[in-house]
C-alpha cells in the first residue's frame, strides 16, 4: 500500500522560505516522476512542480523562479524548496506521482500558511 507523509509547513512571513518533504513507502519511488501539488478550500488541487526520474523538472508559471523540486531517491524522498513566499502561496500542499491519477491515495498534506 502507498503511503505518503508530507512534513515541513507552518506560518511564514511573506518573503520567507520552507522546505518541504514527502516520504514514500509502498511503491516504487525511482521509476516514478513524482510531484508536489496544492489546494485551497473550494478550488481544486494543481499541479505546483513535477520531477522526473532523471532530475529534470516543470514548475508552474506562478512559481518559477522561487520553488525547488528535488529528489532522494535512496531515501524515497522528494523535497519542496519554497523561497520568497506570497500570501498566495498558501495552501495545504501534497505530494504524488506525477501526473496523479483518478485512482491515487493521497497523504494528510502540509499546512503552508504564508501571513504577516
Known amino acids: 500500500q502507498v503511503q505518503l507523509v508530507e512534513s515541513g509547513g507552518g506560518l511564514v512571513q511573506p518573503g520567507g522560505s520552507l522546505r518541504l518533504s514527502c516520504a514514500a513507502s509502498?511503491?516504487?519511488?525511482?521509476?516514478?516522476?513524482m510531484g508536489w501539488y496544492r489546494q485551497v478550500p473550494g478550488k481544486q488541487r494543481e499541479l505546483v512542480a513535477g520531477?522526473?526520474?532523471?532530475?529534470?523538472?516543470n514548475y508552474a508559471d506562478s512559481v518559477k523562479g522561487r520553488f525547488t523540486i528535488s529528489r532522494d531517491n535512496a531515501k524515497n524522498t522528494v523535497y519542496l524548496q519554497m523561497n520568497t513566499l506570497k500570501p498566495e502561496d498558501t495552501a495545504v500542499y501534497y505530494c504524488?506521482?506525477?501526473?496523479?491519477?483518478?485512482?491515487?491515495?493521497w497523504g494528510q498534506g502540509t499546512q503552508v500558511t504564508v501571513s504577516s
Open positions: 520531477i522526473q526520474r532523471d532530475g529534470s523538472t
Open positions: 504524488n506521482r506525477w501526473p496523479a491519477s483518478t485512482g491515487d491515495s
Open positions: 509502498g511503491l516504487l519511488f525511482r521509476i516514478f516522476p
